[in-house]
């Protein structure tokens, strides 16, 4: 019974709203530079490629858990993402209200993430919030 109620949830129901779209964010220093964006702009184009559809799997589908994102602690958040070539990269992130904001992203090269990404990305996000 429950089967017929959720597809019937699914199918009529969820139809007629549109998806919910959490605006994203990218931090800014006080400069007024956005790093994680001029990071992802440095990117070979099949990685920001990679890297721009689990944004978007994110933006849309939040609150989403793992294999995608993993809660880091203190709100803190990373998006996985594989990348061509046998890669890594993790993009660091908050919510506040609705939207999502970007706070750091890098390319993983050991197995555990390394303290000083997340000591920035930390930060970023106290900067952001005061």
């Known amino acids: 019974m429950y089967i017929i109620w959720y597809m019937y949830h699914i199918v009529v129901v969820m139809a007629d709203k549109p998806p919910r779209k959490s605006p994203v964010v990218f931090y800014r220093t006080r400069g007024g530079s956005e790093v994680v ?9 099949k990685d920001r490629h990679a890297l721009g559809q689990d944004l978007m799997r994110v933006q849309y589908r939040w609150p989403v858990g793992m294999p995608l994102c993993r809660a880091m ?24 209200g609705d939207r999502i904001v970007i706070l750091h992203g890098f390319i993983k090269k050991t197995r555990k993430t390394p303290a000083d990404d997340l000591a920035l990305a930390r930060k970023r996000k106290t900067e952001f919030e005061a």
């Open 73 to 96: 602690g203190d709100g803190l958040w990373e998006v996985r993402t594989s990348l061509p070539g046998h890669r890594i990269a993790r993009t660091l992130f908050s919510v506040h």
């Open 37 to 45: 964006r001029d990071w992802l702009r440095g990117l070979p184009e």
